[in-house]
């Protein structure tokens, strides 16, 4: 962009220096970029910065699947090491409890900052740039810096031991809920043979946290957001558990590691085994699921408990610093969660796409498909209204529920021809 | 040893928790012990290598009736019910019920427990599986038959006239 360009309105003054000139000189409002997007030097570079942050995240990830690697052989150096058995086994489950919550940590610093960048192109802004320099990575970073540094405010009519309570019963099962998650084909933190169901149990206590959080306020906004809260997640676990059995039934476990394994291979050479392409019955269970799993982390169009248009912010009013952060770092929790069970369940989980891929690790596949997935989720919440509280129990129980009973049936006579050999099998 | 310890912790909060619900004079507090109690059972489940029941016993007990109780007393809830207590004075009656269904208890377990922890760790889900919609297909499929005339039961005296 040349001088003459230069737009009239006044550019924004940054107190910051590059190369003894201020920044204000040589850039512009970010806006601009956006003038004509598919000018072909713009849509070059654009696409060079995405093959670039491809590349770098395939880098980072190959470092972080490589050291999961020598799990394996830091357990062994432990058991060499002389300590008693108890001792090596309480080490190795804190390595491995710190891996699962540092996930859970980062996710919720790029989930944020890339949820902005969503919302923001979805309404056409530009969302964060400054901070960091590259397109405001660094702005969750800060974020959480303020969140840290900002004041703990209990009201004068909250019940004190539980309004500091709150954030942590619903912050702690979601961590154990990761237990059994798979992060590639045999690589999660626990073996469990009830895996799928452990997932869901922890997964279902968090509530608890959130009617607490809107019960010990003492501010009736507050309140009506923890009771929605509870009645909703209480009736969409339903058709969430029931929109699995299908899967269940297919994999024959309620083992993770099974279920993933269970969709290895490809139909004629080329279609793979995921049981999203099992006819009808995939398609329909990977529906339900998906939208039982958006409603119970409580995100538009499902996000009744918080409506901010009807009770303020709901249950976390009255919650701010670290605390209120705690509550987003729940459901950004519950998206990577609800992400990777979507990998696991209906995508296929490590397997390759295609055939001719299959040298890929797995854990780029599983990583990649629930970031696809979580997306998805990041896209419904900026592009879909909020349904009434009526509609949501009605769609739940006279639609989601019902049909999701029917596809079990499907997924029986489904079973039964292919073990007749009708099918595709 | 560890399992031990970790057998009679959970125990401990299953107890703690039970004795919270009855002591406690704020009702959303003791709804909310109950939670406790029964996640402390779960945990009881856990140690002793019973996968499945324990994890359907957090799912439906503490995700389920716990959060119904806890709903329930919040929306039914009076102010009195923050600061009344909930016991009375017939502290040697209760006592003696406790003894005798405690003793009673006691001999039952002693007749089928050997002790906690010598269970090995095996995957039975699978087996559990077979035994309900096998052997036991039959009294599963009454429980089944009793729950939906519970709820049907429900959906009758709770429905409107119109």
């Known amino acids: 962009m040349s001088a003459a360009e230069k737009p009239a309105y006044p550019q924004p003054v940054l107190n910051r220096k590059a190369g003894g000139r201020l920044l204000t000189d040589t850039r512009y409002w970010p806006t601009e970029l956006w003038k004509s997007p598919w000018s072909l030097p713009r849509y070059r570079a654009g696409a060079l910065w995405l093959a670039g942050i491809i590349i770098g995240l395939l880098a980072i990830g190959a470092g972080v699947g490589e050291l999961a690697r020598w ?8 058991n060499r090491s002389g300590l008693p058995p108890a001792a090596v086994a309480w080490a190795w489950v804190l390595i491995k409890l710190g891996c699962v919550i540092g996930v859970i940590v980062a996710n919720g610093l790029w989930a944020v ?42 009201p004068a009519a909250a019940d004190q031991v539980m309004h500091t309570l709150a954030p942590v019963v619903a912050i702690a099962p979601c961590v154990m809920a990761f237990a059994p998650v798979l992060f590639g084909t045999e690589l999660a933190a626990a073996k469990l043979d009830v895996g799928v169901l452990y997932i869901f149990a922890f997964a279902g206590i968090s509530v608890i946290g959130v009617v607490m959080a809107g019960w010990a306020s003492g501010n009736k906004y507050s309140l009506l957001g923890g009771l929605r809260a509870a009645a909703q997640i209480v009736s969409y676990e339903l058709p969430r558990g029931f929109s699995v059995v299908p899967v269940l039934m297919f994999a024959g476990s309620l083992d993770l590691a099974v279920i ?55 249950f976390h009013t009255e919650f701010s610093g670290m605390k209120w952060s705690l509550f987003f770092l ?11 069970l979507l990998a696991v369940f209906f995508l296929g989980g490590g397997a390759a796409p295609l055939p001719w891929l299959v040298g890929i690790p797995s854990w780029i596949w599983m990583t990649g498909k629930a970031m696809l997935m979580m997306f998805v989720f990041l896209w419904f919440r900026w592009t879909f209204p909020r349904l009434r509280v009526d509609q949501l129990m009605d769609f739940n129980w006279k639609f989601l529920l019902p049909w999701s009973f029917a596809n079990i049936a499907f997924a029986g006579i489904l079973l039964f021809l292919m073990q007749r050999g009708w099918g595709l099998r | 040893m560890l399992e031990t310890i970790a057998f009679y ?48 016993q957090l799912l439906i007990y503490v995700g ?43 001999r039952l377990t002693s007749f089928f427990g050997a002790g906690t922890g010598d269970t090995p760790h095996a995957a039975q889900t699978r087996a559990i599986g077979l035994l309900m919609l096998g052997e036991y297909a039959v ?20 429905r409107k006239e119109i």
């Open chain 1, 330 to 340: 729940m459901e950004y929790g519950y998206v990577l969660l609800s992400s990777f």
């Open chain 2, 139 to 158: 009294p599963f499929e009454l429980i089944s038959l009793v729950l939906l005339a519970a709820l049907l039961g429900a959906v009758f005296f709770s």
């Open chain 1, 71 to 78: 799990g394996e052989k830091l357990l062994a150096l432990l």
């Open chain 2, 9 to 56: 912790s959970m125990a401990a909060v299953a107890v703690a928790g039970a004795l919270l619900v009855v002591t406690l004079r704020n009702t959303v507090h003791s709804a909310l012990a109950l939670g406790l109690s029964l996640a402390g059972v779960a945990g009881v489940f856990a140690c002793l290598s019973a996968d499945f029941l324990f994890a359907a």
């Open chain 1, 113 to 154: 900052w890339w949820e902005r960048k969503i919302s923001a192109h979805i309404q056409s802004r530009v969302g964060p740039m400054y901070a960091g320099g590259f397109h405001g990575w660094a702005q969750t970073l800060l974020d959480t810096v303020k969140l840290l540094l900002k004041e703990d405010v209990t």
């Open chain 2, 64 to 106: 389920g009736i716990a959060i119904l109780i806890v709903f329930v007393v919040m929306l039914l809830g009076r102010t009195t019910d923050l600061h009344n207590r909930q016991v009375n004075e017939l502290w040697g009656a209760a006592l003696l019920v406790c003894a005798i269904t405690g003793a009673g208890l006691w």
């Open chain 1, 260 to 314: 993933d394994a269970a969709q290895a291979g490809y139909w004629f050479g080329f279609l793979p085994r995921w049981f999203v392409f099992y006819p009808v019955v995939g398609q329909l269970a990977f529906l339900f699921f998906l939208i039982a799993s958006v409603a119970e982390t409580n995100r538009t169009p499902f996000d009744i408990p918080e409506a901010e248009s009807e009770l303020v912010a709901g």
